[in-house]
């Protein structure tokens, strides 16, 4: 039981995380009952994906990386536009995080 509790969680966690990178990417007003529906969707997705769950971690990994250097570099692009700013630093991280889930499926050597 404890441990249906703790995936729940898990699940959660990844909900509020997506959530917060797909809203400003796909919605134009954010709304608190948007971000709520997100999260449960979210989690119960994670939730039936749990085979997945590396992948997942990883995708989740790298759109928070993505988060943190897209945030220090919008500082210096776009200083005073704070709407389109959001917007930006999220679609990069829905992309860098489904860049990954296609890097996985699609194999091809460079050199």
Do not use: H
Not at 8 to 27: D, E, M
Not at 43 to 59: P, Q, S, T, W
Not at 83 to 92: G, M
Request: hydrophobic share 65%; with cysteine; proline share 1%.
């Amino acid at each position: 039981m404890e441990t249906l509790l703790i995936l729940i969680g898990k699940c959660l966690l990844l909900g509020i995380i997506w959530a917060a990178l797909l809203i400003p990417t796909f919605c134009k007003r954010n709304g608190w009952l948007k971000y709520v529906i997100t999260v449960i969707v979210v989690a119960v997705l994670c939730y039936l994906l749990r085979d997945f769950a590396v992948i997942i971690n990883r995708m989740t990994l790298i759109a928070l990386i993505t988060l943190v250097l897209s945030w220090i570099v919008s500082m210096v692009v776009f200083e005073k536009q704070a709407k389109v700013k959001s917007q930006v630093i999220s679609f990069c991280c829905v992309m860098s995080a489904l860049a990954y889930l296609v890097s996985i499926w699609v194999k091809f050597s460079i050199l």
